[in-house]
């Protein structure tokens, strides 16, 4: 049998080169531009304008100046290629920041960037980058810190950059396993999950979303092919969630009692707060007793004490085990149930006075 039919042919070649060709260097001139643009900026707001150096905890100008030295390079770029490429917008803003942080060291000055790094991590967070999207996200917010403490509208959270992200990544899922929930004193799930993100701090927002998103991201690779690296991050990832559960419980208990003793276990503190929640024998050693267990406790009718039981099971078992386990194991057959119930003892917790 011939294989020449499956060759690339000159013609084809030549087409993608000129192409590439092209492509390239248009891309390469947009980088130029922007930087080039970004710079003479820099050099205007410090040298000619001579506006002081920022700081963090005192911002020497208003929220809207601060952004007034990059507004042109931003806006050419939010103008004409945002949100094109995701891809391409991460390496325009992380060429933004390199210029900003070289002409910082070379002046000995220093600018916020907020707004760059928003940007860069939002690009990256739209890439299922989740690690490096929100710690610049968290760099973003703290740059602004000292603007959004007085003014909550400033704050990278509330914002169009970061809620359009949230909204389809975040809110969206988490509204479909709520809706299927039906947990008793939620209404209207939209309002619930808006006032559940509301009440939590940056730093648990953004653990909060970034571990939903992996678990998401992780989930839909093991449906599409299960492999042993995506079964120990499924793992891991519920972990985190878990740990997020805990200490969003822990924020519910008044420090006058949580200053009774040293040491708080996520037992005793679903114990002070759910006293009739029956949670002997909750955890596992090895993942065919984690089966047992799941499989148990998921039969179980009384719905807080179902979710209640599996949180405490995986939290003991996840933080003694780094290995994940194949599809007929209960942990990943029923994942999809086992996330749910995650998330209704989140639902019961938020409800707390």
Not at 81 to 90: I, K, R, V
Not at 205 to 226: M, V
Not at 240 to 264: A, G, N, V
Request: contains cysteine; aromatic residues 12%.
């Amino acid at each position: 049998m011939s294989t020449d039919k499956y060759s690339v042919t000159l013609e084809e070649l030549a087409h993608f080169m000129k192409s590439s060709q092209h492509l390239k260097a248009e891309l390469n001139f947009l980088l130029w531009y922007g930087q080039k643009r970004l710079e003479y900026n820099m050099h205007q707001w410090k040298i000619v304008d001579k506006k002081p150096t920022f700081t963090q905890n005192n911002p020497p100008y208003t929220y809207p100046e601060k952004n007034i030295y990059v507004n042109a390079t931003n806006n050419l770029w939010h103008e004409t290629m945002w949100p094109f490429c995701s891809q391409l917008d991460e390496i325009y803003y992380n060429a933004l920041l390199l210029s900003i942080k070289e002409f910082e060291t070379r002046e000995k000055f220093g600018f916020n960037k907020g707004i760059v790094y928003g940007n860069l991590g939002v690009a990256q967070a739209a890439q299922m980058k989740i690690d490096e999207g929100f710690a610049n996200i968290l760099k973003a917010l703290i740059e602004d810190a000292g603007y959004s403490a007085n003014k909550p509208e400033y704050d990278l959270f509330r914002r169009d950059l970061f809620t359009q992200f949230e909204k389809e990544y975040i809110k969206k899922p988490f509204q479909k396993i709520i809706e299927h929930l039906n947990v008793a004193g939620i209404s209207s799930v939209e309002k619930f999950i808006e006032e559940f993100l509301e009440s939590l701090n940056d730093n648990q927002r953004a653990f909060f979303d970034c571990t939903l998103a992996q678990i998401l991201q992780n989930w839909e690779i093991w449906k599409e092919k299960e492999n042993g690296f995506t079964a120990s991050r499924l793992l891991s990832y519920t972990q985190d969630l878990c740990l997020f559960s805990e200490d969003f419980l822990k924020s519910k208990i008044p420090s006058s009692i949580l200053s009774t003793r040293p040491h708080w276990e996520l037992k005793d503190l679903i114990t002070q707060v759910f006293p009739t929640i029956n949670l002997q024998g909750c955890g596992a050693n090895t993942m065919t007793e984690l089966d047992g267990k799941l499989t148990s406790d998921l039969s179980r009718q009384n719905q807080p004490e179902k979710c209640f039981r599996i949180l405490l099971t995986l939290r003991n078992y996840s933080s003694h085990n780094v290995s994940g386990g194949i599809s007929t194991n209960c942990f990943y057959a029923s994942y999809d149930e086992i996330l749910a119930e995650l998330i209704r003892a989140i639902c019961h917790i938020k409800l707390l006075p």
